[in-house]
Nanobody, 124 residues
């Protein structure tokens, strides 16, 4: 139900902008987040934004480089990724949680809607 886009190949130090579009405005009331999964690794938390759009949380590895935001008119969540590093290479998944609470935001199991994933490759 969530449509992710914006992945691609970029050199280290470059930027990419990922978008996640929800099917309807119901998702404006949900917690929205991004996770990523590198080959052979588990799916890891990247960032999340709460319903009001004012509260955001980031993994330590992306703080200061990535910014999550939401456009409620377009039912879209954006992940702006700057200063990309080769270790950011992964498939990025957007997620939505209808009942996610703060203590759960780090866990993929707390989100009940997922997009199909978009590949981000950062070359050194």
């Amino acid at each position: 139900q969530l449509q992710a886009s914006g992945g691609g190949l970029v050199q280290a130090g470059g930027s990419l902008r990922l978008s996640c579009t929800a099917p309807d405005r119901t998702f404006n009331n949900y917690v929205m987040g991004w996770f990523r999964q590198a080959p052979g690794k588990e799916r890891d938390f990247v960032a999340t934004i709460f319903r009001n759009g004012g509260s955001t949380y980031y993994a330590d590895s992306v703080k200061g480089r990535f910014t999550i935001s939401r456009d409620k008119v377009k039912n879209t969540v954006i992940l702006q990724m700057n200063s990309l590093k080769p270790e950011d290479t992964a498939v990025y998944y957007c997620a939505a949680g209808s009942r996610t609470i703060l203590s759960q935001i780090w866990y993929a199991s707390a989100y009940n809607y997922w997009g199909q994933g978009t590949l981000v490759t950062v070359s050194s």
